[in-house]
């Protein structure tokens, strides 16, 4: 049973076609990689399913709700941890968390229970009083998974969740998003240039560049595909090709959407 669903997506800024006409799907309870290098348009189609950009044409279903057209039931069913920080410092991890499920109206006594659950899963809850300004990345990017865990989505998205930490914290943040997924059969989506980590954990993989997919299956499988290539990564570059991007399709995005929000001031 498949929990996403997108059928032709097709996005386009300004008469530039940074998704383009993309088709796939992601099992319930799976852990899916989305691989690919700058610019490929893996960020804007993260955008679209969740609700932050509207397609151009295609369609979409998240736990069979539309993005596009029942955002609210489509919002509930994920949490999301953006590639850059998104929690306030100048409070404590208790009060993120907190401000998090009054948002998402999880009721009280569910609220409290999944808050102390969740940070002690994480390994965070002695530091619940904390201000999150005093807080190593590593223990933010923890509390931004149990934060976006909270009002108990059956989706959640991680956007290059492990960049810029240590081996140690990376190892440590995957094994408890796996005993997540093994626990709670929650599904996981998420981005990443650490080939290794995509090989490791992902049961299913799409490799996306200049906006459209151009190799999917587990990661044996993308080897294959990829002249035998031998891991993971050799088969991306096979697939990519191993000169460097300049131009960020991705990056062009956000940087419209923050000029957007500024001039709406």
Avoid: C
């Avoid at 993308?222 to 891991?231: D, K, P, V, Y």
Wanted: no cysteine; proline share 3%; hydrophobic share 35%.
């Amino acid at each position: 049973m498949n929990i996403i669903e997108v059928k032709n997506l097709v996005k386009k800024f300004d008469g530039i076609t940074a998704v383009d006409d993309i088709s796939f799907n992601v099992g319930k309870g799976e852990i899916f990689a989305f691989l690919g290098p700058n610019g490929a348009g893996k960020t804007t189609t993260i955008k679209i399913l969740t609700t932050l950009l509207n397609p151009t044409s295609g369609s979409i279903t998240l736990d069979g709700h539309d993005p596009v057209t029942e955002p609210t039931e489509a919002r509930r069913s994920f949490g999301i941890v953006f590639q850059d920080p998104s929690l306030d410092d100048e409070l404590t991890a208790w009060e993120n968390m907190e401000f998090h499920g009054v948002l998402y109206k999880v009721p009280k006594k569910i609220r409290r229970e999944r808050i102390e659950y969740l940070m002690k899963f994480v390994e965070v809850w002695d530091r619940k009083d904390s201000l999150v300004k005093e807080f190593s990345g590593g223990m933010k990017r923890r509390l931004e998974i149990a934060r976006g865990l909270l009002h108990h989505p059956k989706i959640i998205f991680l956007d290059e969740p492990t960049t810029g930490l240590d081996p140690q914290t990376r190892n440590s943040m995957w094994n408890y998003l796996i005993e997540l997924n093994k626990k709670e059969g929650t599904t996981i989506f998420f981005t990443t240039h650490y080939m290794e980590e995509a090989e490791k954990v992902a049961q299913k993989i799409s490799i996306m560049d200049h906006g459209k997919i151009i190799a999917s299956g587990t990661a044996e499988e993308l080897r294959t595909q990829a002249n035998n290539a031998s891991s993971l990564e050799e088969a991306f570059l096979n697939f990519t090709g191993r000169d460097i991007r300049h131009e960020d399709a991705d990056a062009s995005d956000g940087m419209r959407m923050r000029h957007m929000a500024r001039t709406r001031r």
